[in-house]
């Protein structure tokens, strides 16, 4: 090649090399060193980042202490587009912060500076927060709105706030006092383990007040004076949302109270410390909607000010940066008739074994009343329970009899004993004689017989059995009830013993004392009742599962979660189903409603015939459980009065007639 060659290529490489150089200006650089600047502002840790003029320790420690108000959230931060001049970048960072329920978003500018290879992020507050001024830290003060109430019929406050007494070891108002002798006479005075209480006390820190109970100011039995004579004891007044007494409908309504760490721990974010909250029935499953959500303001301010400065500044020196508007919780409304639901509460206080008093209106399927008796431990038997009905299922019965052809005055067959595959099935005790034989179906109704019903297995088939009882508005879904419930199971198959135990409301039949409420209401309506207690129901709630039905743990029959009873253990229910196909009519309705007359006029609940105002039509029943010998049995009775229906159980409670009667009476009686 010659030298005019070789002097040409030269050039070329020297033009190239020189444009290659050009092409290098830094710019992947910069990028680079602001997507690392973002990743560490995310991670509220720029210990890595290289600063100008600022060592990265120093800039790390003021990056924590700027967003300490803040904790524990944290920012998503993006780089944006870089803009280049020579040895200087700027790169909008775009920051997103999950504040409460909503996002902060904002841009900032943040500057680099190249020193030999390296590009030094330049430190300036505002690159953290919008004029964010070097002295300034980041805030945050939330207000938390005031739980909503829950109502009753016609608007009455169930649960609202209501006026309390925080009693308590305040321990800088002990003076020269021994705190663990004033920790054990206050637990004396007012019931609470001394030795557990004074563990408390000593662990509490010297500006602490340890409490030891919570009492309601209305009525309380201890007082300041008492409490006073204790050196360091106080009681500090407060409000809390409570129920117009501790038992009422708690099993239900549920409580409200201080958030717990679990609580806290599951609320992905939406409870804090200090927070209330509920558990358990309509306080936990419409928590949301009670709650509301909380207003939220950040700002920033100069680090250092005293309570006089802050005071003496426009909005206590703080430069409002972003807030989100308090949100008040919504009411509750529902049916439930406090003075109904007082009286079955009073009528069940006396009552030993799990219980409950169930009333509603037929006509508008509003439960007015839903006791659980103090037997039941706390566990709402009277909506959640699933035990076997025994004789009250003999509506079902009927109705599916009425729909092969046979009416009250139908003659049927009532023998003392009947063998069904080997198993004998009889009467109850005292049976009477003049009710065997040859009887009609109205009288055979009205004093219970056993095997007149069973007798009838070859005509009314189980499918049959599982069609009359959704026609009485029971085994299906429940969407117009807004609360946890069980509305009551029947098998469409069963054979042999089984089919002749469903007949008399035993086997596999499960109904709740809701359930038998609605199944009673249906008759009085002459049509099926669609049960409803809460009135707004789509206001922020969690809905109930797949049958309006309890979430797991669930009791079987004759059996709660806090009171189990011995026998075998029941099957799942089956699922419920979704619409009633073949509705009681009013014809069907009104012949049930003769034979549930009947009862009380010829029957074995001739004591209902005194209670004042329209004539009642009941229902009694007794179901054997367990493996004792002689069985523990349910009590339960139905009834309707008027525009009323009632159901009663006894967990274990001999016959319903004797046992569940009387409570039924007393109440039917003073509701007047």
Known sequence: MGNSSKLALALVGLVLGGSLVACGDGR??????????????????????????????????????????????????????????????????????????????????????????????????????????????????????????????????LVTYRPVVNVGIDKPALGGADAADSATKLAQLVGVDPAAYGQQVA????????????????????????????????????????????????????????????????????????????TGGLQQQYDAQLRGSDGIQVFAEKAGLTAAEKQALPNAGRRVLFQTEIKEGTPLKTTLDPKLQQLAEDVLGKVGPASAIVALRPSSGAVLAAASGP?????????????????????????????????????VDCPPTLTVDGRTFKNAEGYPESSLGSVTLRDAFAHSCNTAFINARDTVTQTQLESAATSLGVAVEAPALGAAAFLGSVPGDAEGTEHAASMIGQGKVLLSPLAAAVMAGSVAKGAPVAAQLVLNPNEGASPPDAQGA?????????????????????????????????PVTAAEAAALADMMRAVVTSGHAGFLASVPGEPVGAKTGTAEFGNDTPPKTHAWIVAVHGDLAVAVFVEDGGLGATTSGPLLKEFLTRAG
């Open 550 to 582: 309890a979430p797991t743990g669930t009791a079987t029959a004759g059996t709660s979660p806090a009171a189990p009873a011995s026998g075998d253990a029941t099957p799942a229910a089956p699922a419920p189903a979704t619409a009633v196909e073949k």
């Open 375 to 411: 037997g039941s431990n706390g566990y709402d038997t009277a909506m959640l329970g699933q035990y076997a009905p025994g004789s009250i299922f003999k509506m079902v019965d009927s109705l599916a009899m009425f729909r092969n052809g046979m009416t009250p005055d139908s003659k």
């Open 28 to 157: 992947e650089g910069a990028e680079s060193a602001a997507k690392q600047l973002a990743s560490a502002v995310s991670a509220l840790d720029v210990g890595s980042v290289a600063f100008e003029g600022k060592d990265s320790g120093a800039a790390n420690d003021q990056l924590k202490e700027i967003f300490k108000g803040l904790d524990p959230a944290r920012p998503a931060v993006e780089s944006g587009q870089l803009t280049l001049e020579s040895d200087k970048a700027t790169v909008p960072l775009n920051y997103r912060w999950k504040i409460g329920s909503e996002e902060w978003k904002y841009t900032t500018f943040a500057e680099f500076k190249k020193s030999g290879d390296k590009w030094l992020t330049v430190w300036n507050p505002a690159t953290l927060v919008p004029e964010l001024a070097e002295g300034e830290l980041v805030g945050s003060a939330t207000h938390s709105p005031s739980r909503a109430d829950i109502l009753g019929a016609g608007g009455v406050p």
């Open 203 to 278: 662990a509490a820190g010297p500006e602490a007040f340890v409490a030891a109970i919570t009492l309601r100011d209305e009525g309380r039995t201890i007082t300041d004076a008492q409490i006073g004579e204790i050196p360091g004891a106080r009681a500090i007044r407060d409000f809390l949302p409570l129920a117009p007494n501790r038992t009422f409908a708690r099993a239900l309504l549920g409580t409200a109270a201080e958030a717990n760490a679990e609580q806290i721990e599951k609320s992905n974010g939406a409870l804090k410390a200090g927070d209330t909250t509920g």
